[in-house]
C-alpha cells in the first residue's frame, strides 16, 4: 500500500517537471496555499506559506521522516538559492500515526503557517519561483497533494529583461499571405499506415497468426449458416479495432487538462526516454525469448470467462482476449508506434492504433467470407520465431535512438553521431549473421533450406550495415541523406571538426534578442527556427534542405538566422525563471531556456511542433505565415523569397 501512494506521489512530482506542465488556478491546491516574502538582516529573506486547513484533513509539518520520505519539501528551480530554515509558525499537534506504526510525528489542522529562511548566493531575483510538495492524510487516506508552485516578489531583487509575448506579432495578418495554413504534424493518413504496417507485422507473431484459423473455424462452423458466422467473424474483427482505438481516448480526456505543448515536452523529456530505452530493452529480451512480457493472467481468465455470453458481448470478450493473450508480440510493436508519435497529440495516437488494430482484426472478417483462402496460409513453425528475434534487433535499434534522444538534450556526450551509428551497424550486422544461422539462440530452429523472403532479408540488413558504415567517418560520404534526421547531428560528432561543417549554416543559438539587434543593425528580416535536440524532422530540415544551393544562398547572405531550442534544458537565470499566465488563462513555470522558447512559441505563433520557422521584421511584424517541415528545397527557397519580398514592402 505504502509502494503504491509513494509511486502517486513520484508521478505527481514528475508531472510537475515535466516542462510545459500548466497548473490551473481551481487546482493549486486543496490547502489553499498563499505566499509572501519579508526581507531579513543579513541579506536573508523569510518565505510564509500560509493556509486555512481543509476540513478534515491532517496535514504532516515540515523536517520529518515519513518512511525515507520528507514530510513536505521546499525546492526552488535555481540551486543558488539555498534553505537555511523550514519550520511551523506556531504550535503543532503530535500523535501516534497508525499509518506509519504508531510513530510520533506531528501534524497541523486548522490554520497555519509555515516558515523557510532562505538567502541567495548569486544574483537576487525580483520574482521568487519555487515549488512546495507536502503529505496529508484524511482518516485512514493517505496521499501527497498536488505540488504547488509558487511565486512571490523578493524586494530588492533584479527585474527580468526577457519578454515572451510581443503584441506585435500577429500572425494571423503577414505581409505576405505565403506559408502553411495552422500547424503541420505528421498526416493523420501516413501515421494510420504505419499503424497499418505494424498490426501486419504483429499479424505474423507466434501470438497471433496462429489464432487466425482456428477463431475463423470457430465462428463459421458454430454458426448454423454461413451468413451468421460471416456476421460474427465480421463482428470480432470491428471489436478489436474498437478495443485498440479505445486504449487511446485518455489521451484525449488528458489533453484538455493539461497545456498544449505537453505531448513534445514529454516525448522530449530526458526520464521518458531514458524509461523507453528501458522498455525496449525488455521489448527486445522478450523477443529474443529470455522471458514472456503480458498481461495479468488473471485479467485473461476474467475476459476469457465472459466470451461464453450471448452472441455480441461474447464476441467482444473473446477480442478482449485475443488482445489480453498476444500482449506479449503486440505490445512492443504498438508500443514501439505510440511513442515515436506521442509529440504529434492525441489524434495522431489514435491514427496509428487504429490502423494497428485494423491490421489485426480484419483477416479475422476476410478469412470467414472466403475460407477457401485459409489453404494459403503459410503453416506456423520456426519462421515465426525468426521474425521475433529480428524484431528484437529492431527494439535494440530504437532502444538506441531513445538513448541518444535523452543523450542529445543533456549532452552527456555518450551516443555521439559515430556511436549511434556504430550501434545500428553492429545491430544490421547481428541480424544478418542469424538469418545465416551464425549467430543462434536457445530457442531457434536450424535452417534447413534458404527461402527467397530470408535471402531477401539477409540482402536488405547487409545493404544497411555497408550504407551505415561510413557513417562514422569524418569523409563527405558521412552524410547518410536516406538516414537523415535519425543519428544525432553532425555537429554532435566525435571528431572536433566534421567535414562537413567546413562550410554551412552556423545559426544563433538561443538568443533572441541578440538576433534581433543584428537584424536591426544589418536591415534584414529575421529568420526564426524553432526546433528541438530530439526532433528528427528539424534534423532532416538541416541536412537535406539548408544545404541545398539556393536555400543555403538564400539563408546565409539575406537573413538573420536564430534557432530557438524547445527542448534545451539548460536553467534560465534565476532573474529570468516566472510564474507566466498564457493567453488562455492556464498558468506555467518558465524555468529552463526550454521553457521559455515553447512558451514563446505558442504565445506567438501558435504551434507546439517542430519545426516551425517565422520570417519577422527588423520591428517585430510577422512578414509572411510560418513554415512547417518541408522537405522540397524549391519549395522552402520560394517562401523565404515571399519574405524578401514582404520585407521589401515594409
Known amino acids: 500500500m505504502r509502494v503504491a501512494r509513494l509511486c502517486s506521489l513520484f508521478f505527481l512530482l514528475f508531472l510537475n517537471q515535466v516542462p510545459g506542465f500548466s497548473q490551473d488556478k481551481s487546482a493549486v491546491s486543496i490547502f489553499s496555499w498563499t505566499v509572501k516574502s519579508n526581507k531579513l538582516p543579513a541579506g536573508k529573506y523569510e518565505v510564509l506559506f500560509n493556509t486555512p486547513g481543509a476540513a478534515g484533513y491532517q496535514l504532516y509539518a515540515p523536517s520529518q521522516d515519513l518512511g525515507g520520505t520528507a514530510s513536505a519539501d521546499l525546492s ?30 506531528r501534524i497541523n489542522e486548522g490554520p497555519v503557517q509555515w516558515r523557510a529562511v532562505i538567502h541567495f548566493k548569486n544574483t537576487i531575483p525580483a520574482n ?20 504547488y508552485v ?17 503584441n506585435s506579432i500577429d500572425i ?8 502553411d495554413e495552422g500547424t503541420q504534424n505528421k498526416s493523420l493518413l501516413s501515421i494510420f499506415f504505419l499503424g497499418l504496417l505494424g498490426g501486419l507485422i504483429a499479424l505474423i507473431t507466434p501470438c497471433v497468426f496462429p489464432m487466425i484459423p482456428v477463431t475463423v473455424t470457430f465462428f463459421t462452423k458454430k454458426s448454423q449458416d454461413r451468413k451468421k458466422g460471416i456476421i460474427n467473424a465480421v463482428l470480432y474483427g470491428l471489436f478489436i479495432f474498437l478495443i485498440y482505438v479505445a486504449i487511446t481516448i485518455p489521451f484525449h480526456v488528458a489533453s484538455k487538462a493539461i497545456s498544449p505543448e505537453i505531448f513534445n515536452n514529454i516525448s522530449t523529456n530526458i526520464w521518458l526516454n531514458l524509461v523507453f530505452f528501458a522498455v525496449f530493452v525488455l521489448f527486445a529480451l522478450s523477443f529474443f525469448g529470455l522471458f514472456e512480457i503480458g498481461l495479468p493472467a488473471g485479467l485473461a481468465n476474467k475476459t476469457d ?22 500482449f506479449s508480440c503486440t505490445g512492443p510493436i504498438l508500443g514501439t508506434l505510440l511513442a515515436n508519435v506521442a509529440n504529434e497529440g492525441p489524434w495522431p495516437l489514435t491514427a496509428g492504433a487504429a490502423g494497428f488494430g485494423l491490421a489485426l482484426g480484419l483477416p479475422f472478417a476476410l478469412f470467414a467470407m472466403f475460407p477457401n483462402w485459409l489453404h494459403s496460409l503459410p503453416k506456423s513453425g520456426g519462421w515465426m520465431t525468426d521474425v521475433k528475434v529480428v524484431l528484437g534487433f529492431i527494439e535494440l535499434a530504437l532502444a538506441v535512438k531513445f538513448l541518444a534522444n535523452a543523450d542529445n538534450v543533456e ?6 553521431r559515430e556511436i549511434f551509428i556504430g550501434s545500428w551497424v553492429i545491430i544490421a550486422i547481428a541480424i544478418v549473421l542469424y538469418l545465416l544461422g551464425i549467430l543462434k539462440m536457445a530457442h531457434s530452429s536450424p535452417i534447413k533450406k534458404f527461402s527467397i523472403t530470408r535471402i531477401a532479408f539477409i540482402i536488405f540488413f547487409g545493404a544497411t550495415a555497408i550504407y551505415l558504415v561510413p557513417g562514422v ?40 534578442e541578440k538576433a534581433l539587434a543584428l537584424a536591426k543593425a544589418e536591415h534584414k528580416p529575421l529568420l526564426i527556427d524553432f526546433t528541438g535536440w530530439a526532433c528528427v524532422n528539424c534534423r532532416r530540415m538541416e541536412e537535406k534542405v539548408w544545404t541545398h544551393s539556393e ?28 510564474m507566466f499566465t498564457t493567453s488562455s488563462g492556464a498558468t506555467k513555470s518558465l524555468i529552463s531556456v526550454g521553457d521559455k522558447w515553447a512558451t514563446f512559441q505558442t504565445e506567438n505563433f501558435g504551434a507546439t511542433s517542430q519545426p516551425q520557422y517565422a520570417i519577422i521584421s527588423p520591428d517585430e511584424t510577422v512578414l509572411t505565415k510560418t513554415k512547417f517541415y518541408t522537405p522540397d528545397p524549391v519549395e522552402f527557397a520560394d517562401w523565404l523569397k515571399c519574405g524578401l519580398e514582404a520585407m521589401h514592402k515594409k
Open 150 to 166: 509558487f511565486s512571490t516578489t523578493i524586494e530588492g531583487g533584479v527585474a527580468s529583461g526577457s519578454k515572451i509575448k510581443i
Open 128 to 147: 521568487l519561483l519555487g515549488n512546495l510538495s507536502v503529505f496529508y492524510n484524511k482518516g485512514d487516506e493517505f496521499a501527497p497533494d498536488i505540488p
Open 473 to 512: 567517418t569524418n569523409t563527405k560520404w558521412a552524410n547518410l541523406r536516406i538516414m537523415s534526421g535519425f543519428p544525432p547531428p553532425l555537429s554532435y560528432s566525435i571528431y572536433p571538426h566534421h567535414v562537413l561543417l567546413t562550410n554551412g549554416i552556423h545559426p544563433m543559438h538561443n538568443d533572441y
Open 172 to 179: 494571423k495578418h503577414p505581409v505576405n499571405d505565403c506559408g
Open 76 to 105: 526552488f528551480a535555481d540551486s543558488s538559492i539555498l534553505i537555511d530554515s523550514f519550520m511551523v509558525v506556531g504550535s503543532t499537534q503530535t500523535i501516534h500515526s497508525a499509518i506509519f506504526d504508531n510513530k510520533l510525528l
Open 411 to 416: 549532452q552527456w556526450g555518450l551516443l555521439k
Open 551 to 578: 536555400v543555403d544562398s538564400l539563408m546565409r547572405t539575406e537573413f538573420i538566422v536564430v534557432s530557438l531550442y524547445v527542448d534545451e534544458r539548460t536553467k534560465l537565470p534565476v532573474t529570468e525563471q516566472s
Open 305 to 326: 470467462a465472459k466470451s461464453g455470453l450471448g452472441n455480441v458481448a461474447g464476441i467482444f470478450f473473446m477480442a478482449g482476449t485475443l488482445a489480453i493473450v498476444s
